[in-house]
């Protein structure tokens, strides 16, 4: 179906007339790029067990089979390019006067796409720091094992957030804070499941923001979306911007019936 009649007249308006833009990304924003997704038939967790990979017990009972993951996956990032979905992000921040991006995801393929505005809720798989003291660990690291500490001793590790662990205060609240401020809010390639990032297009929604989801899958906000787009992002996202770009141009605007307010 043509997305304009998919995303229906009053969603257009909005995109058309809103200021404020945010979006919550998670891994299918980057599947097209080549990085696994979690809950997906062959996604990460369906092959690995979340508890040993992705907690401080499990890091603590084995580092190095942590560490061995992580520095697999960061391998998988160096070889990866951020994909048509991750530009038509970027490009968006371009077109309206405020956009923010939430993402679930450590991966930085947003940022290395252009997008100068995001909320890594998640933290992200570039850095480091000790797991006992917080200290930020930048010197060299090998595939092996993790690092010491040289002010503490402490194992050093990858400054991901880990199941059972706090997200980030200042992130998080920063994250509400736009959910809340959202005139139009994009969920994209995320299941939804996992919180507190999950609550943010529900926050948003209760603001009165209209949510676009896109993914291919049904998740807990297609109940609250005014849109969904059953869609892969590479192939959505760029058709979406696409579209806010022709509807905040007079020429575009003449196309339609809208009107600014
Ligand atoms: P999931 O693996 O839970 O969900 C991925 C979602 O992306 C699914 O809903 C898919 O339908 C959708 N999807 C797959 N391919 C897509 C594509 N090409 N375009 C658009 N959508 C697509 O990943 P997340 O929701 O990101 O947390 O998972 C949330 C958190 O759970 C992660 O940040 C991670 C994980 O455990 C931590 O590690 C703390």
New binding site residues.
Partial sequence: MELRKLLGDRVVERLASSQRFAAL?????S??SGVA????PN???AQFR?EEL?SMEGFLSNPERVWQWYQYRRHVIERVRPNP?HRALAELETLVPEMTLIT???DRLHQRAGSTRVLE??GNLEENHCADCGLPYCDRISDESPPRCPACGGLVRPS????G?MLPADVLQEAERTARRAEVFLV???????YP??ALPFLAWQHGATIIE????P?PVSAIAHASIR????S?LPALVELIAAVRTTDGMGQTTLRRR
């Fill in positions: 990304t998670g891994a299918g924003v599947a097209e997704t979690f809950r997906d996604g990460l967790w979340p992705a979905a679930q995801n450590v809720l998640h991901v957030v880990w199941f662990e994209v390639g995320t299941s939804a499941e996992v990032a999950a896109v993914n291919p899958t998740t869609e892969k992002a590479g959505a």
